[in-house]
């Protein structure tokens, strides 16, 4: 079975991820990855300014951090536009499989 198509951004669909369009979710994600980047680039700063270890480690936490949470948006938008496409086409099995393939690669990330 081949994975579902994806939903556009401007196809209106209401996700049941606090009510938002495909477009909302895409902010939310572009804002939190301009906080990452802002992290990123005070990283860099306190790398360059050899201040203290367990400080520098510490940003790393929270950038690894923010970088798993946009990846559980993405997943979230993913599995809910999904099962709305699945349920419209009356196509289970390969929503499964998709499902099941999208968590298992989100699970490697942890590796």
Known sequence: MT???PLSAD???E???GGMTCASCANRIERRLNK???QVRGLRTMIEEDRYCLDEVQ???AVSAALREVALLIISQHVAQG???AVR???SDGAVEDVMRVLKAAMRMRE
């Open 89 to 91: 086409e009356q196509e």
């Open 59 to 61: 940003q790393i936490n």
């Open 83 to 85: 099962v709305q496409l």
């Open 36 to 38: 990452i980047e802002g």
């Open 3 to 5: 994975a579902p198509a």
């Open 15 to 17: 996700l049941d991820i």
């Open 11 to 13: 196809a209106g669909i």
